[in-house]
């Protein structure tokens, strides 16, 4: 999930918009609320707001898709002023030395 901060941060993408393209990617992926709670708190230190409404992620994949399936069909003003060029996630074609798959930003 290390991603998601980097999408924020260098990126300029909002919690919601970060966690949506990860969950897209892979919708198996579901933080811990904890994790979810430091990630609001970076994003009000970032941009001075937090746009995810909620505390933790379902935990049904097709529901933690349609909770980011919303933002798709309705941008919010601060996805609208992400930087034009969004990297690219995808998994890797090969698994780590520990057997987990990988998600790859590409810039």
């Known amino acids: 999930m290390v991603v998601t901060a980097y999408l924020m941060k260098r ?5 919601k918009a970060a966690l949506g393209q990860i969950v897209r990617v892979r ?3 579901s933080p811990n609320a904890g994790f979810v709670q430091q990630l609001k708190e970076m994003e009000m230190e970032l ?3 937090s746009l995810l409404e909620v505390v933790e992620l379902p935990k049904r994949e097709k529901d933690r898709l349609a909770l980011f399936e919303e933002q798709k ?3 919010t003003e601060e ?12 998994r890797r074609n090969f698994p780590n030395p520990d057997g987990r798959d990988s998600l790859v930003v590409e810039r």
């Open 27 to 29: 919708p198996q992926i």
């Open 11 to 15: 990126k300029g993408m909002a919690l």
């Open 47 to 49: 941009y001075g707001n």
């Open 79 to 90: 996805s609208k002023v992400a930087p034009t060029s969004v990297p690219r996630i995808h």
């Open 73 to 75: 069909e309705q941008p």
